[in-house]
């Protein structure tokens, strides 16, 4: 799908899906756009050295701004 530059969106319950097949994520709160990242770049908000992309949306979400 990357060559044909091709997007999908998904919302799924089981976020390890998401971390698994996608290059770079979405994060809405509230119908608002929050970030436009890797799934590398999600990970890293969780602040941890091996975090999840879980780990990173629940971070980014409870952060201000």
């Known amino acids: 799908l990357d060559r044909e ?4 969106v ?5 976020v390890e899906d998401v971390e698994s097949v996608c290059d770079r994520v ?28 879980e780990q990173g949306y629940l971070a980014r979400l409870n952060r201000q701004g």
Do not use: N, Q
């Open 5 to 8: 530059r091709i997007c999908i």
């Open 10 to 14: 998904i919302s799924p319950h089981i």
């Open 26 to 53: 979405i994060m809405m709160k509230d119908g608002e756009l929050l970030e436009y990242a890797t799934v590398a770049e999600a990970c890293a908000f969780s602040g941890e050295e091996d975090g999840t992309l």
